[in-house]
């Protein structure tokens, strides 16, 4: 039998904010499922430390911010005008969302308060790119709602297996000259 603290747990894993550059979105993340198969889910130890099923948890998460562009200019030594050759910046990683059927739990995205996606690598001279920030995959169970935490909307709802969603698209790089 499910003690009351198992059956209405909430993690809330947010931090204070900061001034970050680019915009932080609070998530909620419900997973709907039939609470008649979790009735028999009792930590062993009673402890609230060690969940064994977590069906709710709030997250902050943030997408890399793209790179700056670089402005340099050639200079050799018989070009006597070289020209621009700063090259672009990178773009940042977006974070997603995957339904996996193998997942059962949100037990797993309990662990971190904050998800930051890398940023985008600056652009340097003789027109190279910088380097793209990698994605950022978050593994949820099928059925999971991704809601707003500071609104109660839903914004998607992940019912079928191998379901992806961008939650944080990542910034674009800037333009070298």
Known sequence: ????????????????????????????????????????????????????????????????????GCASFRREKYVPRGGPDGGDGGNGGSILLRALPGVNSLAGLVGRKFYRAPKGQPGMGSLRHGRNGKDMMLDVPCGTSVIDAEDGYVIKDLTTPDESFIVARGGKGGHGN
Request: proline share 7%; aromatic share 8%; with cysteine.
């Open 1 to 68: 039998m499910v003690e009351e603290r198992w059956a209405r747990m909430v993690y809330a894993l947010g931090v204070p904010r900061k001034s970050l550059d680019t915009p932080v979105l609070f998530l909620d993340l419900v997973l709907l499922l039939d609470p008649v198969l979790f009735l028999d889910v009792v930590c062993p130890s009673r402890h609230t430390c060690c969940p064994m099923f977590v069906d709710r948890i709030e997250v902050e998460l943030s997408a890399g911010r793209g790179g700056d």
